[in-house]
C-alpha cells in the first residue's frame, strides 16, 4: 500500500514523452489514409523530441528516439530528414531498416536493438512505421478482434514496460476512415493521433486526438516549404463551404439558438464540432457583414450560441 506522501515522492516531475498526448511507457498509434503525411508528422514528432523541442506547440521531455522502418529505406529517410531540415545527430536518433531481402521485420529479432537503445542511450521512444510490417512470430489476424486485442497489443505493451519506453505504432486507416483491420487496435491503445484530409478546407489536414489518459485534442494543421506541420489560424478571408451552409441556413431562420454539436448534427456538416466552433469564432466579423449576429452564452456544461439574422444593407440602399 501508497500512502499519499509516498506517491507524491515516487511521481516523477515530467512523466510524459509529449505533454498531453503521449505519457511514459505508453502505446500509441497514428492513423492516416496513404500520401497524408504520417511518416512525415512521426519524423516530426521524433526531432522534436530528440531535441527536446516543441511539438506542434506541445512540450516535449527530450530523449534519444529508435526509428523502426519497414518501408522507406536510409536513402529515402535521409532526404526526408534533409528537405526537412531536421536536426538529428548520432546520439538522438536511431534507425532501424528493414533488409531487402526481408518480407517483415521480426520482433524477436529487434530484442537486441531494444535492450541496447535502452540501456546504452536511455532512449524513451521508438516509433515503428509500419505497424503492418512487423512480424510478432504469433501468426497473427491484423482482423481479428482476439488477436490484436489479447495478444498482439498486449506483447507491444509488455515491451514498453521491460525496456522503459513509448511506443508509436504507425498504421493506415481504410476507406471508412477507421483503423485498418480490427477495431480492438483503437480499444487496446492508450491514444490514437488521427490525419485526415478536409476537402472544404483547402491545404489543411485535421489532427484529430482521443486518448483515455488526457482530453481530446483537435487541430487544422497546414505544411510549410520544409513538408513540417504547423498549427493553422483558419483563415476568414473567405467564408469556407461548412460556414456557407450555416449561413445559408440562418438565413432562413433568423432567430435561433444552438450548440456547436447540434449545428454540426443537423446541418451534416463533414467536420467535427469542435473544428466548427473555431471556424465560427474565427468568421464572427464576415458573418456579421453578411447579416448575421451571433452571441454566446456560457451554462456549465455548454456554450449556447444565439443567432440573429437581419439583411445586410448594401452601398446601393444608401
Not at 526526408?80 to 517483415?104: A, H, S, W
Not at 487541430?219 to 449561413?247: A, G, M, P, W
Not at 439558438?257 to 473544428?275: A, C, D, G, R
Request: proline residues 2%; contains cysteine.
Amino acid at each position: 500500500m501508497k500512502t499519499i506522501s509516498d506517491m507524491r515522492k515516487s511521481q516523477t516531475k515530467k512523466d510524459f514523452i509529449v505533454d498531453k498526448l503521449m505519457k511514459s511507457n505508453g502505446i500509441y498509434c497514428l492513423v492516416a489514409r496513404p500520401k497524408v503525411g504520417k511518416s512525415l508528422l512521426a519524423l516530426q514528432l521524433a526531432n522534436a523530441v530528440a531535441t527536446g523541442n516543441n511539438f506542434l506547440g506541445f512540450e516535449t521531455n527530450s530523449s534519444p528516439v529508435l526509428y523502426i522502418s519497414t518501408e522507406m529505406d536510409s536513402t529515402q529517410i535521409l532526404n526526408r530528414i534533409e528537405t526537412m531540415k531536421l536536426e538529428f545527430n548520432d546520439n538522438n536518433f536511431f534507425l532501424k531498416e528493414q533488409e531487402i531481402n526481408e518480407r517483415k521485420l521480426n520482433l524477436m529479432d529487434l530484442q537486441l536493438d531494444f535492450q541496447d537503445f535502452s540501456i546504452n542511450y536511455k532512449g524513451r521512444l521508438v516509433i515503428i512505421d509500419m505497424f503492418s510490417g512487423i512480424d510478432t512470430n504469433s501468426g497473427y489476424d491484423l482482423n481479428n478482434y482476439q488477436d490484436i486485442g489479447q495478444h498482439v497489443i498486449p506483447e507491444f505493451r509488455e515491451l514498453c514496460k521491460r525496456y522503459n519506453f513509448t511506443i508509436l505504432l504507425i498504421h493506415h486507416l481504410n476507406k471508412n476512415n477507421t483503423s485498418l483491420g480490427s477495431t480492438a487496435i483503437d480499444g487496446s491503445v492508450d491514444g490514437i493521433i488521427a490525419l485526415k484530409v478536409d476537402s472544404n478546407i483547402k491545404n489543411k489536414i485535421i489532427f484529430k486526438y482521443e486518448s483515455r489518459d488526457y482530453e481530446g485534442i483537435d487541430l487544422i494543421l497546414k505544411r510549410d516549404d520544409n513538408l513540417n506541420f504547423q498549427v493553422s489560424e483558419l483563415e476568414c478571408d473567405d467564408l469556407n463551404y461548412n460556414i456557407l451552409t450555416f449561413l445559408n441556413y440562418a438565413i432562413k431562420q433568423k432567430d435561433f439558438v444552438f450548440t456547436v454539436s447540434e449545428i454540426t448534427s443537423k446541418l451534416n456538416l463533414q467536420i467535427t464540432p469542435s473544428v466548427f466552433g473555431k471556424m465560427l469564432k474565427n468568421n464572427m466579423t464576415n458573418l456579421e457583414k453578411e447579416g448575421l449576429k451571433i452571441t454566446l452564452k456560457r451554462t456549465r456544461t455548454e456554450r449556447i450560441y444565439q443567432a440573429h439574422y437581419e439583411e445586410p444593407m448594401s452601398d446601393y440602399d444608401e
